[in-house]
């Protein structure tokens, strides 16, 4: 799956119709990972998530699956249970998540 998105000398735009997520958005949050890359994640997700490639490239690990993000508006869905990790590419790399339930706080 992706969304459209729109370039130009102003910067990028990626537009999200939330009646095109396959679940009902809760939450939604943003991610932009340092200048020189990190690896974030690295638990399953408790709940519905759709990752959305904002800018640079995001290499995602979904279980024993890996989904490579790397035009803004690529995206990919991942169900509650599923252990994932990503990296976010050098140079800011930033994703959007859609989740289909609240934030709650991990010990």
Do not use: K, N
Request: proline share 8%; charged share 25%; with cysteine.
């Amino acid at each position: 799956m992706s969304f459209p998105s729109y370039a130009d000398e102003r910067g990028v735009l990626v537009p999200i119709e939330l009646a095109e997520v396959p679940f009902v958005t809760r939450r939604v949050f943003v991610v932009t990972g340092p200048p020189e890359g990190a690896v974030r994640g690295g638990h399953e997700v408790t709940c519905r998530e759709q990752v959305v490639l904002v800018s640079g490239r995001a290499e995602l690990r979904i279980g024993e699956r890996v989904e490579v993000l790397d035009r803004p508006g690529a995206a990919v869905l991942i169900e509650a249970g599923e252990a994932m990790s990503y990296e976010l590419g050098p140079g800011g790399s930033t994703v959007v998540v859609l989740a289909d339930a609240p934030w709650e706080l991990r010990p």
